[in-house]
């Protein structure tokens, strides 16, 4: 199992970026996958999740209609595209994955349950 997460950089406040979580050794449909973000001297927090099987995704209410997460089960790669973005964003974002997919709820359960395998994270850095 891998997953590699990409696309991040800095980006003004109001811009977009899209991160991408690629997977290989499963396939991303049939899994919980999700996306969490650190900020210096802060705790890890979920952002959102999906499973795609289950026509089902989650954001934390932050991101809400500002951040869309999508799966690509072609590419075996999910996304997160986020827009209008503001500089609380800034964090590293990490891609998880759990096959467990009912833990993909209110952030506060895959907060709690904290997701099975986990990739490298991506900086992203917003500018007021």
């Known amino acids: 199992v891998q997953l590699q997460a990409s696309g991040g950089g800095l980006v003004q406040a109001g811009g977009s970026l899209r991160l991408s979580c690629a997977a290989s050794g499963f396939a991303v449909d049939d899994y919980a996958i999700f996306w969490f973000r650190q900020a210096p001297g802060k705790e890890r927090e979920g952002v959102s999740c999906?499973?795609?099987?289950?026509?089902?995704?989650s954001y934390r209410k932050s991101v809400t209609g500002r951040f869309t997460i999508s799966s690509d089960s072609a590419k075996n790669t999910v996304y997160l595209q986020m827009n209008e973005l503001k500089p609380e964003d800034t964090a590293v974002y990490y891609c998880a994955v759990d096959r467990r997919t009912w833990m993909c709820n209110s952030y506060s359960v895959y907060e709690t349950e904290s997701p099975s395998f986990w990739g490298r994270g991506t900086q992203v850095t917003v500018s007021s």
């Open positions: 999906i499973v795609d099987s289950e026509g089902r995704a």
